[in-house]
Each structure stands twice: as structure tokens, then as C-alpha cells.
């Protein structure tokens, strides 16, 4: 039988600052964290904050540690991860801190189970009428499981190896990120692709001619077009009302998962974070089917994030797409499209389409009155010659990612009450 203790009985725990933040925020200084901040087992620095070392210092009851777990109260309550050195002595606001006894218990460890048994135990205790969190009380009266050291440290090195590889992949698709948005700059932003002597086109001289619809020069013999004038396919699935009833119809992690459900928070410009994946089972994907993805189509966010981009992924698995976005899809020019509307003159565009008070949205109707620059046929034939490899090898990495953490996932339950040996999966 597994040994349980109290999450107090093993550390300590407190909670970040609870309070208002805008005036306090700085361009640079002290790392401030927020709950958007925290991923499974990582963190998210895109859109980190900064604070003053006064404030800092003020608000030091909250200041973070090497090995610190936090955990997030309110959104996504239960997302954990472990603080790394570089980020000791950061700040941060609404997350449950806790200070393991390092003595009795891996803060890995910890992590790990937090972020798969706990969420259940979490998802029980949460309060709230609109927005659920998760506070300290309940965080204290958490039960974790409590084998031995030298069990939890081999359970964690597991673990931690798993999580270090998807880390190691998600720095390998930035830099491909990197070279493809760098090659497609070049290409079609300096119009510096290789002319017909292989020289490159702006540069060596090639024409270039003002287009009215896009206030610019364009080279010779490209075309604007609306999108809505072209074969471009473009829906917006999640207006079809079939998510009124999501809540009552979808069970999110629960039973056999069968499908991936797309969530516009799960990516940011067109990265994907494998470890914010929620499955549904085969009812909610089928209560879904409207907004079933077949993979590859570009699914640009049209609410809130308004402009966000992301490919999606070719994954051998049912995949679902949740509320807030549009769907393009072309036959031929999904490269071209994911990086357009990537690139700063594709974000402005989709920004200028956008407004709200509150939070930024625009309609299918307002983007299928986008005009957009089409290079030559042959140009864009070129072009993905080169691109390509780079996007299969990122699809490849994902894909193994998606491996990894399934992987991960299945193994931590079984490791903890003991159905595998931490023997067998070393042989493995």
C-alpha cells in the first residue's frame, strides 16, 4: 500500500502577491511571474513581467528559489513546475509556493505528481463562482504519495530525463522557427529570391511596381488578391454554436482520450506547447465534428489574442479545434499562408481588422476582405524546395515530442503505486 502524507507535513508552503500589479510593472529588472507564466513542468517566459528591487524586496514573503514547486491557483489550477537556478530569486503573483523538505522530498517528484494524481485532488477543492482557484488551505490538505527518497529521486531523474528531451526539442523547433521566418523575410518581405540567374531579385535590380490595394511595391508579375476572391479555404468551425453546450458535453481528461482538442491558449505565434494538451473522449469529439481538424490547416486566433497564429500539427490522431478561431486551408499555399500572416505585415493587417473594448476580435467576413500579395507559381515552388525540409523536420520533432509526454504520462501513475519497477523502465 502506498504511503500518503500531507503536502504540509513534507514543506512549507505560501502564496505569491495578491494584489493590484499595474503600476508596478517596470521595462525591465526583477522577473515577475504570473499564472500565465506556468506550464506543466515549465515555464513560459514570452511574456514575463518585470518589477523594481524595492518592490521586490517589499513583496519578499513571495520571492522564488531553486527547487521551489508552484503551482497555479487561479485559470488552470494545478499546473505545477519546479523553479530552475535561473530563475531563483524572481517574483511573482497568484501561485500556491512550496518550499519542499528536500530531506523527506523530491521536488521533481513532487512536480510530477501535482501535475497528473493532484490535478484530481485539485479540481475538488477548487472555489470559485466564475473563475476557479485554488488556495493554500486546500493546497496544505493535499494528499501526496510518500515512498522513500531514494524512490522519489529515481522516479524524478525518469522524469525530469523525459521532460529535459521535450525541453531540448521545443529549443530545436524555435530555431527552425527561426530559419524559416529568416528565409521567408528574405524571400518574399526584401524580395530578394533568387531571380532566373540566380541572383537575388530586388537587389540585382529586378522591377518592382506600386499595387493600390496594398499600398506598396510589389515585384513584377506578382498579384493582390482578396482572400475571399481566391480559392482559399477559410472558416470560422467555433461559430457554429456547437460549443454552447461544452461544458455539459465534453469530458476533458477523463475516460479513453480519443481526441486533441486545439485550444487557442495552448500556442503563441505559431509554437506549440505539447504539455498544455487536454483530450476529449470519442462522445465530445463526436458532439464536436464541426470543428474536427483533418491536419495542416493554419488556425489563426480571432478573439482575445487576436492574430495569434499556429499550423496544425500532422498527428496520426483525432484532433478537435476549441472556440475563438479561424480555419485557412489551400491546397498549395499553407506555407506561404502560416508565414504571411506570421510576418509583421500579416500581423498589422489582422490587428487593423480587429477592435473591442474589452478584448480584441474580428469576423471571418472582415479577414476574407484581406488583400494579400501571391508570388509567381514558380516562386513559391522554389521556395518550398527549401522550406519544406524544415517544416517536415519540425512536424518530426513535435511528433516525437507528443511521444515523449504521452510516455511520461503513462508512466508516472504506474511508477508511483507501483504496477512498473523503476527497474523495468530502465531496461526498457
Known amino acids: 500500500?502506498?504511503?500518503?502524507?500531507?503536502?504540509?507535513?513534507?514543506?512549507?508552503?505560501?502564496?505569491?502577491?495578491?494584489?493590484?500589479?499595474?503600476?508596478?510593472?517596470?521595462?525591465?529588472?526583477?522577473?515577475?511571474?504570473?499564472?500565465?507564466?506556468?506550464?506543466?513542468?515549465?515555464?513560459?517566459?514570452?511574456?514575463?513581467?518585470y518589477i523594481t528591487k524595492e518592490f521586490n524586496n517589499k513583496i519578499s514573503k513571495s520571492i522564488l528559489h531553486t527547487n521551489d514547486v508552484v503551482i497555479v491557483r487561479t485559470?488552470?489550477?494545478?499546473?505545477?513546475?519546479?523553479?530552475?537556478?535561473?530563475?531563483?530569486?524572481?517574483?511573482?503573483?497568484?501561485?500556491?509556493?512550496?518550499?519542499?523538505?528536500?530531506?523527506?522530498?523530491?521536488?521533481?517528484?513532487?512536480?510530477?505528481?501535482?501535475n497528473s494524481w493532484g490535478e484530481s485532488q485539485i479540481k475538488n477543492v477548487k472555489v470559485g463562482a466564475v473563475q476557479k482557484h485554488f488556495n493554500v488551505s486546500s493546497a496544505q490538505e493535499m494528499l501526496v504519495p510518500f515512498p522513500k527518497l531514494e524512490e522519489q529521486n529515481m522516479i524524478a531523474d525518469i522524469i525530469y530525463n523525459l521532460n529535459s528531451k521535450i525541453a531540448l526539442n521545443n529549443s530545436i523547433c524555435s530555431d527552425l522557427e527561426s530559419m524559416a521566418k529568416l528565409l521567408y523575410d528574405y524571400w518574399f518581405m526584401q524580395f530578394d529570391f533568387p531571380d532566373e540567374n540566380g541572383r537575388p531579385y530586388k537587389s540585382s535590380g529586378g522591377k518592382m511596381v506600386w499595387n493600390d490595394e496594398l499600398k506598396r511595391e510589389i515585384p513584377e508579375g506578382w498579384n493582390?488578391?482578396?482572400?475571399?476572391?481566391?480559392?482559399?479555404?477559410?472558416?470560422?468551425?467555433?461559430?457554429?454554436?456547437?460549443?454552447?453546450?461544452?461544458?455539459?458535453?465534453?469530458?476533458?481528461?477523463?475516460?479513453?482520450?480519443?481526441?486533441?482538442?486545439?485550444?487557442?491558449?495552448?500556442?503563441?505565434?505559431?509554437?506549440?506547447?505539447?504539455?498544455?494538451?487536454?483530450?476529449?473522449?470519442?462522445?465530445?469529439?463526436?458532439?464536436?465534428?464541426?470543428?474536427?481538424?483533418?491536419?495542416d490547416e493554419i488556425i489563426i486566433c480571432n478573439v482575445g489574442a487576436a492574430g495569434n497564429v499556429y499550423r496544425c500539427p500532422r498527428f496520426n490522431h483525432p484532433m478537435t479545434l476549441g472556440?475563438?478561431?479561424i480555419v485557412v486551408n489551400h491546397e498549395y499555399l499553407n506555407n506561404y499562408l502560416d508565414l504571411y500572416f506570421s510576418s509583421s505585415i500579416g500581423q498589422?493587417?489582422?490587428?487593423?481588422?480587429?477592435?473591442?473594448?474589452?478584448?480584441?476580435?474580428?469576423?471571418?467576413?472582415?479577414?476574407?476582405?484581406?488583400?494579400?500579395?501571391v508570388p509567381r507559381k514558380e516562386i513559391i515552388d522554389n521556395f518550398y524546395m527549401i522550406y519544406n525540409?524544415?517544416?517536415?523536420?519540425?512536424?518530426?520533432?513535435?511528433?516525437?515530442?507528443?511521444?515523449?509526454?504521452?510516455?511520461?504520462?503513462?508512466?508516472?501513475?504506474?511508477?508511483?503505486?507501483?504496477?512498473?519497477?523503476i527497474e523495468d523502465v530502465k531496461a526498457s
Open 75 to 114: 485559470g488552470i489550477p494545478g499546473t505545477a513546475a519546479v523553479v530552475p537556478e535561473e530563475l531563483d530569486g524572481c517574483n511573482c503573483s497568484d501561485l500556491v509556493i512550496v518550499r519542499p523538505d528536500t530531506l523527506k522530498i523530491n521536488p521533481h517528484f513532487l512536480c510530477a505528481f501535482i
Open 224 to 295: 493582390a488578391k482578396m482572400i475571399g476572391d481566391t480559392d482559399i479555404y477559410v472558416s470560422d468551425y467555433t461559430a457554429n454554436g456547437s460549443f454552447k453546450g461544452l461544458a455539459d458535453n465534453v469530458k476533458y481528461n477523463e475516460g479513453i482520450p480519443y481526441a486533441m482538442l486545439i485550444r487557442i491558449v495552448d500556442f503563441n505565434n505559431n509554437f506549440e506547447n505539447v504539455n498544455n494538451h487536454i483530450w476529449i473522449d470519442k462522445h465530445g469529439y463526436d458532439y464536436l465534428a464541426k470543428s474536427n481538424l483533418q491536419g
Open 323 to 325: 472556440p475563438n478561431g
Open 389 to 421: 525540409p524544415i517544416f517536415e523536420k519540425k512536424c518530426s520533432v513535435l511528433k516525437e515530442n507528443k511521444e515523449l509526454a504521452s510516455l511520461r504520462d503513462f508512466l508516472l501513475p504506474m511508477l508511483m503505486n507501483g504496477q512498473i519497477k
Open 1 to 49: 500500500m502506498i504511503n500518503m502524507v500531507k503536502l504540509s507535513d513534507v514543506s512549507k508552503l505560501t502564496v505569491g502577491y495578491v494584489g493590484s500589479m499595474e503600476k508596478e510593472y517596470t521595462e525591465n529588472g526583477i522577473k515577475f511571474l504570473r499564472s500565465l507564466n506556468v506550464k506543466p513542468f515549465s515555464f513560459d517566459l514570452s511574456d514575463v513581467r
Open 348 to 373: 498589422n493587417q489582422l490587428h487593423a481588422i480587429s477592435s473591442g473594448s474589452i478584448q480584441l476580435k474580428f469576423n471571418k467576413t472582415n479577414f476574407r476582405e484581406l488583400y494579400i500579395p
